[in-house]
């Protein structure tokens, strides 16, 4: 197997702006446990939590987006919410397959997110790590 082409490792520290939860086009998946945690964290019954934050669809639990996609749990100063309790999506990022999958994915994401590029070097063990909890 050919070494990934991030093999030394990838520099990225999270600034808590927010771009990455509230970017148009994406969805944010999460496990019935995750939203089990979300819901506990916001003190909300099962009922009330579902019906305002969660869709159901073939591949599982999808938190709702509003019109712009931006995350339900970001309160007015791009700050989560729920970040104790965010869903291994949102952990990730932005070591996703999708980024990572090509330099050309990596560059293009750093013009949403200002932490790319930044801090020390995540190192391709924790990098795998990371790409297969996704």
């Known amino acids: ?28 998946a999460l496990t019935s446990a995750e939203a089990e945690g979300i819901r506990r964290l916001l003190g909300l019954s099962p009922a009330g939590f579902a019906r305002r934050y969660l869709r159901r669809d073939a ?16 309160d007015r100063r ?20 999708e980024v990572l999958a090509a330099p050309a994915g990596w560059r293009r994401e750093a013009r949403r997110c200002e932490g790319i590029g930044r801090g020390e070097r995540v190192p391709a063990a924790r990098i795998r790590r990371w790409l297969a909890s996704c």
């Open 1 to 28: 197997m050919r070494a990934p082409w991030w093999r030394d490792g990838l520099r990225f520290r999270c600034t808590a702006c927010g771009a990455c939860c509230a970017a148009a086009g994406g969805e944010v």
């Open 59 to 74: 591949g599982g639990w999808r938190l709702r987006l509003d019109a712009a996609g931006r995350c339900p749990f970001l």
């Open 78 to 97: 791009g700050r989560c919410r729920v970040y104790r309790r965010r869903p291994a999506q949102c952990r990730s990022y932005p070591f996703w397959p």
